[in-house]
């Protein structure tokens, strides 16, 4: 069994005498036992619990510094090796303990921080010599004792808040937080708060109090008033040791309190009355400007002015907007106003804002005004009463009609002026419009069917002008409704037809008529065959099938192929009816078993008779012989060129040869010139002295040259080469024409020049010359650098 004992200290006798040189000493407890009385049963004594160890945060050494000896009953006996575990010993954060394995004096070796771990827990253990366990362990509670080493911290060091003015005392505004890392449950963590300052001191210095302990700010007393103090900064201390200036740490931060405005402030007109004017019959136009002031926020909801005219506006001319940049009101004409029927208006406007006033706030008498607007008189435009003016006449009247009078009025009555009609849009140009009292007449017959008529209803436009300063028009449209008469007789429909010279049922032509009227003028129509020619109600039958359809069919079994006219006479129902003689091309052709017209029954149909036939190839065989004596014509022209001689030698013919230029000789052999034929002489004595017949072939004679023959008209193919010939003759016995292979003199330049010759310009080849600047002219001179720059590789 193991005897159990401890020292009992309190945390701080621990704290005061934690370093003493006799520590306190912790055994291993012992466990007793007892029997009972009669079934030999033993009970086990509860064992003591170890109190925790407390060690003080901070603590400056010297490290390691001894905490308590540990120590079993049986060290007497045996020897016995100690060891803790657990965080804070070989568990993380490691070696913050050690223990002495012979003795059993436990260690902390640096300084604790309570903020960082507040408690450990590590178990003792004994083991003797050999490693086997000599006595249970037992847990160590180590609790770390907070010092006052932490200063409150605010959240931010900034606070922004706000409170409408007016508020009543006691209003909370804002909190502010401030956090301790000590022990809240102690001293050290407990934060209080308090106002070091206001700014501005604005009515009074202390128009805000904070809650020491939860940090709310209220309002203290009233008076806010934003249009004089919009913002206050107030300066917040926290306290720890619960508040206590002498022993605790302190921070501070700034709360910023805005006063939000409330609609306090009525608006306010700037004058009772206002004025302005507007010429009559224009809208959009702003006629006055009323100017006003509030004192609330700008450009809120409670400075923002709305206005409505209260009287003097019955018809609603005008409407009031507001500037959204400076609030004025712009008083604007939305309908046009008339200067015969109001001069002047008096208008009563009330201003207001978007947001209702504050409780107990009263509107202002500057809310109201009046606004007096004198209307100006202008030169208006003649107006048609009546635009467009309908009419109603029967198409087809005669020129010089009257249809109406269409005649403008003069809406300036205080003013006389004469107005003058013309016509602006005529299509078919059928009206005239006096110019005076605005009566139109016809110039041509009206006809409903005109292109010009839509719905039967035809427009022109005419113009009112008056002579006032400056002058003023206006437009009218007149429509004329043309009543539809029976003037346009039916066209029959299709033009042209085929049908079998046999007679059968499915031999047959269905034909319409269309007409130009409208009901009741129109169908249902009448079709039927003239009596003259006789053949040809001999010949055809017409059936109605409808109102506006009938048939057209053979009344003969059979009848010739060709193409005959066949007239009919299509009436309309017209009151009286119009009648109209049409012909239709009838094409009769024999047909095979479908009805159809067969190649040569078309053919026939066609009528191409034998005279037709004859007549077509007569006209083709003169074509043939037209042919014929253009090819004989051309094989005859061919053969005359062909007997003449060429103009030219074929080797001299430029047409399909190669034709060599620029040759420069043979070498060395073509330079040996006499240079003295090429100077010109000083003069010409010698040249005229000379006897006929004898003269230099470099220089042109001064005789009077040879006259060509010259032809007036353009030769016949067949004498070219007399012409040619002629000129040849001409040219070689032309004395002033230089011989073919002579030396010619171009221009002279003068006896004696100090040139010298050419021969004397050599190239060197020395290497001194440096060409390679050559590359840097561009690509112009590309190959010049190749040449002479490209080194001792070229």
Sequence with gaps: VFSFCILFTSPFDMIARAWDSNPRVIKFPRKHQKSSSANGLRRQKR???????????NSRGPFPQMLVRIRSDQDLEKGIRYSITGAGADQPPIDVYNIDPVHGKMFVTRPLDREERASYHLRAHAVDMNGNKVESPIDLYIYVIDMNDNRPEFQNQVY????????????????????????????????????????????????????????????????????????????????????????????????????????????????RTFSGEVPENRVNVVVANL?????????????????????????????????????????????????????????????????????????????????????????????????????????????????????????????????????????????????????????????????????????????????????????????????DVNDNAPVMMPKEAQVCERANPRSKVNITASDADADPHVGPFVFELPSYPPSVRRNWTVSRISGDYAQLRLRIPYLDAEVYDVPIIVSDSGNPPLSNRSIIKVKVCPCDDNGDCTTTGAVAAAGLGTGAIIAILICIIILLILVLVFVMWMKRREKERQSKPLLIDPEDDVRDNILKYDEEGGGEEDQDYDLSQLQQPESVEHIISKPVGVRRVDERPIIAESQYPVRHSLPHPGDIGDFINDGLRAADNDPTAPPYDSLLVFDYEGSGSTAGSVSSLNSSSSGDQDYDYLNDWGPRFKKLADLYGGGDDD
């Design 160 to 271: 922004n808040g706000s409170v409408a003015e007016g508020s009543k005392p006691g209003t909370l505004v804002m909190q502010v937080t401030a956090n301790d890392s000590d022990d809240d449950t102690t001293a050290n963590g407990m934060v209080r708060y308090r106002i070091l300052s206001q700014t501005p001191h604005m009515p009074i210095p202390n128009m805000f109090t904070i809650n020491s302990e939860t940090g709310d700010i209220f309002t203290m007393a009233a008076g806010l008033d934003r249009e004089k103090v919009s913002q206050y900064i107030i300066i917040v201390q926290a306290t720890d040791m619960e508040g206590n200036l002498n022993f605790g740490l302190s921070n501070t931060a700034t709360a910023l309190i805005s006063v939000t405005d409330i609609n306090d402030n009525p608006p306010e007109l700037t004058a």
């Design 47 to 57: 064992d003591w619990v170890i109190p925790p160890i407390n060690v003080p945060e």
């Design 291 to 483: 100017t006003v002031i509030d004192r609330d926020q700008p450009h809120s909801p409670n400075w923002a002015a709305q206005y409505r005219i209260a009287s003097g506006d019955p018809q609603g001319h005008f409407l009031i907007r507001t500037n959204p940049v400076n609030n004025d009101g712009m008083v604007t004409v939305v309908k046009p106003v008339d200067y015969e029927q109001n001069r002047a208006f008096m208008l009563t406007v009330i201003v207001s804002n978007k947001a209702p006033l504050a409780s107990g706030i009263q509107s202002s008498l500057q809310s109201s005004a009046g606004v007096t607007i004198s209307v100006q008189d202008i030169n208006e435009s003649p107006v048609f009463p009546t635009n467009p003016k309908s009419i109603r006449f029967e198409e087809g009247v005669p020129a010089g009609t009257t249809l109406t009078v269409f005649a403008a009025q003069d809406p300036d009555l205080f003013i006389q002026q004469t107005v003058r009609y013309s016509k602006l849009s005529d299509p078919a140009n059928w009206l005239r419009i006096n110019r005076t009292n605005g009566q139109i007449t016809t110039m041509a017959v009206l006809d409903r069917e005109s292109v010009y008529v839509r719905n039967n209803i035809y427009e022109a436009t005419f113009l009112a002008a008056d002579n006032g300063s400056p002058p003023a028009s206006g437009t009218g449209t007149l429509q004329i409704h043309l009543i």
